[in-house]
């Protein structure tokens, strides 16, 4: 899959003047401190796929034609509004996912980043990810993206067998995925991504472990190990429920983990989350604002958004929903400015449940230091996830890795506290909830990972 050479060179023209001009608009403004409420992640939905993988339930979609230009101009306007609303002074990161966001082209990439550099701080070396297929992501292409302002790939090869790939849907074949695989590295060097499932039906340890070697031996500085999950609606549950594949063996699937953790860690790679492993500093700057429970704003069809509305005079941390179905999406957003289908505000157990589920996945863990995560201002709150000023994503990728702090503890709160001391010790009865929902979404529940 090859584009006109003409084609790809206005997209690159395009984007690098775009590019140009953000850079020249932050080199005027000197940087300055910008506190954690002030501050948020911006992840962009791409709705649309080729083919619906056989394992996915995602919210995507298989179209006739998309009008991308329309697609194009709901995005920027939505933007613009929940950032509006957020009033946030600065993005620190910006996550392009689906869908297939590969299959857009780097002029949409370009208005987005633009319009958000309008509406608010983007400094020149902001974080900025695509997720891309091989299929859809050809050499031109991915170098028009890096003109357009992405800086960082996330390629799911998933599997480098190919009965695997035929297995899981996917479009590409192993040695396709390798080739975009080393011409992702060529072009965003250390800043490559890549996604490896395990657990399938009928896998074995061995036959995996000798495709994660494969992978180590071309691969960047990321990977993400996943546990294939079957999703209820899609066509591998309905194949296992038919008795047409056998169902996945969880020990076995425990035991490629832990396997897999082990041979990662031999390549200098750190376990910094449940799933993601990363070595010379390259996690990824825009999950490891989920993971601590930042502000995070979600535009397109289906996405997802956690923030405070400081800019409507909001001082409780909601969470957002956009409207699923594209075309409807994109009525609401001509109408309204938002297509935001569902707003719930976030009370005090929720907020807990938040910090346990996100701060026990790292490997920083939750500790007693405070943090501004869920205040309209900067404060303090009884529980939170490891302060940030602390745990930032430079200091995940040092040397000598901050210590484990998987305790809760309840602290004496400052008078403008969210979760005060007592309602803290109150909640903690949802404590073994909480942990029984980690334990069903991590693979070594019973295996004692530490």
Known sequence: MKLPRAQAS??????????????????????????????????????????????????KYIPRGVEEAAVRRCLVTEAQTLLGLSGVQRVESVFFGGGTPSLASPHTVAAVLEAVAQATDLPADTEVTLEANPTSAPASKLAAFGAAGVNRLSIGLQSLDDTELQLLGRTHSASEGLRTLAEARRLFPGRVSVDLMLGLPAQRVGPWLRQLEELLRCCDDHISLYQLSLERGTALFTQVQQGALPAPDPELAAEMFLEGRTALREAGFRQYEVSNFTRNGALSTHNWTYWQCGQYIGIGPGAHGRFVPQGAGGHVREARIQTLEPDNWMKEVMQCGHGTWKCIPLGKLELLEEVLAMGLRTDVGITHQGSPVFVGRYGRAGLSVADPSTSTPRCLASENPLPCARRVTAVPAFQDTVLEAEPVRTHMSHFHETIHFLGQNCILQRKGLK
Not at 20 to 43: F, G, H, K, M, T
Request: proline residues 6%; hydrophobic residues 40%.
């Open 10 to 59: 206005a997209w690159a023209a395009a984007a690098k003047m775009a590019q140009r001009l953000r850079r020249a608009e932050c080199a005027e403004v000197s940087p300055s401190p910008v506190n954690w409420s002030q501050r948020a992640a911006l992840y962009v939905h791409w709705p649309y796929c080729e083919k619906r993988c056989s394992y996915c339930n995602f919210n």
